[in-house]
């Protein structure tokens, strides 16, 4: 069993940097991939990053390359997300998952956080 908690979000201006970060509980987080998806409001939920047990590899969605990165701390059972250059079409509720595998499909995540709301004004 994995419990997941987000924190981080909140409301900047387009352009701006958040970084969401998500505590782990579970002797067994190293063992996870873990990865953030995100839903916007009569949307359905969307993948934007993923990152491997090790951290070796990680994975994103088009929309974000170049201006989000994912991260891990496998000491502190922990996993961010530092998101850039900021744009209004980000806006969405932020989603922390864990899985034993990466994976862009919504549906075959095993572990889900609660959400964090992040918005972004033009």
């Known amino acids: 069993q994995v419990q997941l908690v987000e924190s981080g979000g909140g409301l900047v201006q387009a352009g701006g940097s958040l970084r969401l970060s998500c505590a782990a509980s579970?002797?067994?987080?190293?063992?996870?991939?873990m990865g953030w998806f995100r839903q916007a409001p009569g949307k359905e939920r969307e993948f934007v990053a993923a990152?491997?047990?090790?951290?070796?590899?990680?994975y994103y969605a088009d929309s974000v390359k170049g201006r989000f990165t994912i991260s891990r701390d496998n000491a502190k059972n922990t996993v961010y997300l530092q998101m850039n250059s900021l744009k209004p079409e980000d806006t969405a509720v932020y989603y922390c998952?864990?899985?034993?595998?990466?994976?862009?499909?919504?549906?075959?995540?095993?572990?889900w956080g609660q959400g964090t709301q992040v918005t972004v004004s033009s």
């Open positions: 998952a864990a899985d034993p595998h990466p994976t862009k499909v919504a549906t075959l995540v095993d572990y």
């Open positions: 579970g002797r067994t987080f190293s063992s996870y991939a």
């Open positions: 990152i491997s047990w090790s951290g070796g590899n990680t």
